[in-house]
């Protein structure tokens, strides 16, 4: 999905907000990386449209639109990324030997999160979690 099959402009607009030029460019230069795109990437695209908007404007609008839930951010090998926010939430298993990603839906972690709810009386609230391990082929070569 992309920001531009969402009506974000009505979405900030309930929330007391604009969306402003800045902000456009920004959701559409996360868009435009097409799943996780970095800081640089994101602030090379905005750049390379409005050499005007500094990083800092890129970080500020950053954090405002995770905070509407429009778009989720996740450190996936040591450096934060961003993505566009679904309709469901997603996860990602991350292989620290070969740096596999595999994206895995919210049904696969249900029952550990209705867990956690259970045993310890706390909601877990994640929508873009990574989870670090091993793949089946870097395993097979450490054993």
């Known amino acids: 999905m992309t920001h531009t099959t969402s009506d974000y402009a009505t979405r900030i607009r309930r929330s007391g907000f604009r969306l402003t030029p800045q902000r456009q ?3 559409d230069a996360v868009c435009e990386g ?13 750049q390379a449209k409005a050499p005007s908007i500094n990083r ?4 500020r609008n950053l954090e405002f639109l995770q905070r509407l ?18 309709n469901r939430h997603h996860h990602h298993l991350l292989c620290q ?14 029952s550990a999160l209705t867990a956690i709810l259970r045993d310890y009386d706390f909601l877990v609230l ?7 391990g091993l793949c089946g082929p870097c395993r097979a070569q450490t054993e």
């Open 69 to 86: 839930h429009l778009i989720v951010a996740a450190e996936i090998g040591g450096e934060t990324v961003y993505e566009i926010a679904h």
């Open 56 to 59: 800092s404007t890129v970080y």
């Open 126 to 132: 994640a929508d873009h979690l990574v989870l670090r």
């Open 97 to 110: 030997g070969c740096g596999r990603q595999i994206e895995i839906g919210e049904e696969a972690l249900a």
């Open 25 to 27: 460019l920004i959701l």
């Open 34 to 46: 097409g799943g996780h795109t970095t800081i640089e990437e994101i602030c090379a695209r905005v």
